[in-house]
């Protein structure tokens, strides 16, 4: 029985690595975690979806949605977000090659 590694199985599932299939399954994934972490910080700081939405003035679905899938969401809502739950956000930015 041929055993295979993550990256094989990655490759083989998902697409090589620089493909657009690779690289939409990347990006969605981003967007998962951090709808994750919007939530692990809501539910740190003890509030409610509504309680959230209404310190930057949206509504609760909104929040759900956001949590549910950061991929329509502007920079200038996640910020807003976390500078409501006062959490402090780092952006790093690597340069490929």
Do not use: H, W
Not at 18 to 35: A, C, N
Not at 41 to 60: F, H, S, W
């Amino acid at each position: 029985m041929k055993t295979y590694t993550l990256n094989e199985i990655e490759d083989e599932i998902i697409g090589k690595v620089g493909t657009p299939e690779r690289d939409q399954y990347e990006y969605d994934l981003k967007m998962d975690l951090i709808g994750k972490a919007i939530k692990q910080t809501r539910k740190k700081r003890r509030l409610t979806q509504e309680a959230l939405g209404e310190l930057i003035g949206v509504q609760k679905s909104q929040i759900s949605k956001l949590e549910s899938n950061a991929g329509n969401v502007t920079v200038d809502t996640l910020m807003r977000v976390f500078n409501a739950m006062q959490a402090n956000v780092k952006l790093q930015i690597e340069l490929l090659n």
